[in-house]
């Protein structure tokens, strides 16, 4: 689960870090996108994880 947090935390980070490049360089500069990016990346490991803990409790009940 401390897994689960780091993640949660270093998506966190990056969604403040997005907003605030937007507010200063806006929605279409290079490094928005590159952080944007970033965070998709992130969330695309939360939701890897998740599944896979959720598989090993499903198999867990029966």
Do not use: C
């Not at 929605?27 to 970033?38: A, N, T």
């Amino acid at each position: 689960m401390a897994e689960t947090a780091e993640i949660l935390e270093k998506i966190e980070q990056l969604r403040k870090k997005m907003h605030a490049m937007v507010m200063i360089k806006g929605m279409s500069s290079p490094e928005v996108l590159h952080v944007s990016q970033e965070l998709d990346v992130v969330l695309n490991q939360y939701k890897q994880l998740t599944t896979h803990q959720q598989q090993q409790s499903n198999t867990l009940e029966l």
